[in-house]
């Protein structure tokens, strides 16, 4: 048996056996994020409507930026931004926080980043409501294709795992990243055109470049483009969506499985 397809084995092996310890620790998050709130899960679906108000006021409104159905627009994005930024800033720490379960017992140590991508997995879930409350309230009707949403969710969630495994392990080391990383994500969250068409940038292509090779433009011009205009985008596009999230995971689980090793000397 090879090295790889070993690996492999042991993976699906880890996964089964400790697949009760995941459900335990999503369920664990839940209860912890909503404890002694009197709304409970509803936040999830509060949080983007409120967002979106605050958001359509500034700039739909104030700023006037010209975008048919922005409200549906701005929260449609902002669903796959969301899921993003949540889970891997949630996945810092998430070696760090556990150093007590993992000083005790053994438990592959890439459980807990992956348990942190699948909580914000489910919370996504909670925010399409949202989404579906606003295209209600401005007569959007979603389109056929809105049917194929889970595939740029799929490739997004192949990405947030890499990207959650490498900063997972990389904190452990640099504890600096935790402070750092907020300002990146402001950075990054205004190369992602959110709250702004791409066509806003035509007249400025070298931001257009910058924005157009963040992984996460791609997702959300995927996710956006299925559920609002009934574009199935082309291959290339799925090959650059695919890429992006393979080669991302690939290097996040590398790096975390050269890292873990001295994980206990550090935490």
Not at 218 to 243: D, Q, S, W
Request: hydrophobic residues 50%.
């Amino acid at each position: 048996m090879t090295k790889t397809t070993s690996n492999k084995t042991n993976f699906i092996s880890d996964m089964k056996r400790f697949f009760p310890l995941l459900k335990n620790l999503v369920s664990k998050d839940f209860k912890i994020k909503y404890r002694r709130s009197v709304l409970g899960v509803a936040w999830s679906v509060l949080n983007p409507l409120f967002t979106m108000l605050v958001i359509t006021t500034v700039f739909g409104k104030l700023l006037k930026i010209q975008v048919e159905n922005f409200a549906t627009y701005y929260i449609v994005g902002f669903a796959i931004w969301n899921f993003f930024s949540e889970a891997t800033s949630n996945s810092l720490g998430s070696i760090l926080s556990s150093a007590p379960l993992i000083k005790k017992v053994y438990i592959p140590k890439y459980i807990f980043p992956l348990e942190k991508c699948l909580f914000s997995l489910v919370n996504f879930f909670f925010t399409l409501i949202a989404v579906i409350i606003v295209m209600l309230f401005q007569g959007v009707i979603p389109s056929v294709t809105a049917i194929l949403f889970p595939i740029p969710v799929m490739f997004c969630f192949v990405f947030v795992c890499g990207v959650s495994l490498f900063l997972s392990a990389a904190t452990v080391y640099f504890r600096d990243i935790q402070h750092l990383y907020g300002v990146l994500l402001t950075m990054l969250m205004y190369l992602t055109p959110i709250i702004y068409p791409l066509s806003l940038l035509e007249e400025h292509k070298f931001v257009l470049k910058i924005v157009k090779l963040n992984p996460i433009t791609h997702y959300v011009e995927y996710f956006r483009g299925l559920v609002m205009y009934n574009t199935i985008p082309n291959l290339k596009e799925n090959l650059v969506c695919i890429a992006m999230s393979l080669g991302m995971f690939l290097i996040g689980a590398l790096v975390f499985k050269k890292a873990q090793g001295k994980f206990i000397l550090h935490i």
